[in-house]
């Protein structure tokens, strides 16, 4: 955050001599010194969503120049409510949700960051434009916005000129120009005693690398599956073939916050509307019922969605534990390869 708003206050302070709201903000219907307006006040509305946590509104209150703020005296006023969400961000527990409209109705901590780099670095774009300024935001925020928002963009060799792109803001050789878009946070599926938080290309990204992706593991994780699952993620996200509810949830327990495996899909149902679900679970949290209430929840969720008639499941022969999971869940045994036995469920 800190860094995006600094790149907006550099640029916007080489012109503080001129007029802003005479000339239009890019493509925008904004003056310039509107656009400015904007990001301060959007900056300000996600520290109000992590400080006030409401979970079906705006907190209702905006954020307004005073009469006689001068073009300096509006930077500042960017750079304050950036140091303001910027603190929100880091003093909010993991966990937190808030209510966000895009599109499943909340975002958490790093949803909040990624929409405000996203405002900041897209509006002095549109300033910069607006004025004739030559503006370029930093590669990797731009790289990072992508990844957390943009799940299905496929990225293209440059973050920065695909942000703008997939924002409306120009144009990329061999793809269309966008009229329409939105950003996507993370979906969160409730499972009894746990959510079910899904995970985006830049978590996965991390977790393929060897990182935590923003969760507190339950030790000694992440697992193999789980980071298996995350490149599988990632790879998809790449070739532009992921959808974020045909990827991959983190099983986070409620009662202490704590990661404890992950479930998902192999990828989106095919033409005969089927789609393959695994899942890993941490040794310590296995036998706990755990398992049964991720895969019952995802599969009631799945089997809702368009496109899905049947969920498969390959388990191993050996694997009775596994076998009971399904069996629990309501999959039947449909056929076995080798020493690989297959289960499906039925919409």
Known sequence: MEEAVASCA??????????????????????????????????????????????????????????????????????????????????????????????????????????????????????????????????????????????????GPDAWPTLLWATGRGDLPGRAPVTEWRWRNNIVLPAGRLRLEGVTPAAARELRAGGDGGFDWAEPGPFEGTRDAAGMVVKAYEAGAHQEEWGMFVLVRTEDDRAVGAIGFHGAPDASGCAEVGYDLAVSARGRGYATEALSALAEWALLRPGLRTLLATIERDNVPSQRVVSRVGFVLTGADGDELRYELGG
């Open 10 to 155: 550099a640029l916007l302070r080489t012109v503080v001599d001129r007029d802003w709201t005479g000339p239009r903000a890019g493509r925008l219907e904004w003056s310039c010194r509107q656009a400015v307006e904007h990001i301060a006040s959007d900056l300000i509305a996600y520290a109000g969503q992590l400080a006030g946590r409401p979970q079906d509104h705006y907190v209702p209150f905006e954020i307004t120049f005073d009469e006689g703020t001068d073009n300096a005296g509006a930077v500042s006023v960017v750079e304050a409510t950036g140091t303001l969400l910027a603190a929100a961000v880091r003093t909010t527990p993991r966990a937190v949700r808030a209510f966000h409209p895009y599109p499943y109705r909340s975002a958490n901590r790093d949803g909040f960051a990624a929409m405000g780099v996203a405002e900041v670095l897209l509006h002095t774009h549109d300033v910069a434009e607006g004025l004739g300024l030559a503006y370029e935001a930093p590669e990797r925020l731009a790289d990072a916005v992508l990844a957390t928002l943009f799940p299905h963009v496929q990225p």
